[in-house]
């Protein structure tokens, strides 16, 4: 337990279907990230908010729009997805310059 | 830019035998390094680190030192037991932003697998 909660543990969604995951820490943590880990691939810096602001996006495609309302929270909304986006979506969070702390993750299958 | 590189696996090894887990990585300045463990169905979870040279990480009967010489932080622990089966990731912060501030960089994974 690292503090760090997704939600929902598991999804499948259809390619048409709009779905959203959510990431709660009420670690302190001033920056939180969306990764993306998929089977035989090294694990996927998405995007990544410092102070609620975005500082970073990884060439994501644009069927994947974050959200950061404020610093314990961190949302995906996912909107018409391929099959090929079927994966483990880990949030994570750090405070400063310390460890990235990770959550259980999503694991998303995409029909 | 900066990137890490572990050993291919899977690795097999019987309980309390002795594991290693090479990583190196190469870096522009000074990063910080880590190594995360990943349960079966599980996030990550930090294992231990190291911020400068010749630290040693240890934690669990885990131990990994900082050799900026070789550019290495290799994964050792003198005695492996079923539920150390796993996935594990070496990291570096990215050396952009100085060494600690910056995001992480992940190697591959290498999976471990340990029989009774």
């Known amino acids: 337990e690292t503090g760090v909660t997704q939600t929902p543990r598991h999804l499948v969604m259809g390619m048409t279907n709009k779905k959203s995951l959510k990431c709660e820490q009420h670690?302190?943590?001033?920056?939180m990230y969306w990764y993306k880990q998929s089977a035989k691939k090294p694990l996927e810096l998405m995007f990544v908010?410092?102070?609620?602001?975005?500082?970073e996006n990884n060439s994501v495609p644009s069927r994947f729009s974050p959200e950061c309302p404020n610093s314990s929270h961190l949302f995906l909304h996912l909107h018409t997805l391929q099959p090929e986006d079927s994966a483990l979506y880990l949030c994570?969070?750090?405070?400063?310059?310390?460890?990235?702390?990770f959550g259980p993750g999503t694991r998303l299958t995409v029909l | 830019g900066d990137s890490v590189t572990q050993m291919e696996g899977p690795v097999t090894l019987s309980e309390e035998a002795f594991l290693t887990i090479n990583c190196t990585y190469t870096?522009?300045?000074?990063?910080?390094l880590f190594w995360y463990v990943q349960y079966p169905g599980e996030g990550l979870q930090l294992l231990l680190k190291a911020t400068k040279a010749d630290d040693k990480g240890s934690n669990k009967g885990f131990e990994a030192t900082y050799r900026k010489e070789t550019t290495s932080f290799h994964l050792e622990k003198g005695s492996v037991q079923v539920s150390d089966s796993a996935v594990y990731f070496c990291a570096l912060s990215d050396s952009r932003y100085g060494g600690s501030q910056g995001n992480l960089i992940f190697g591959k994974g290498t999976k471990l697998s340990v029989k009774p």
């Open positions: 870096a522009t300045g000074y990063p910080s």
């Open positions: 670690l302190g943590h001033n920056a």
């Open positions: 908010y410092n102070f609620k602001e975005q500082t």
């Open positions: 994570a969070s750090r405070l400063l310059s310390n460890a990235i702390y």
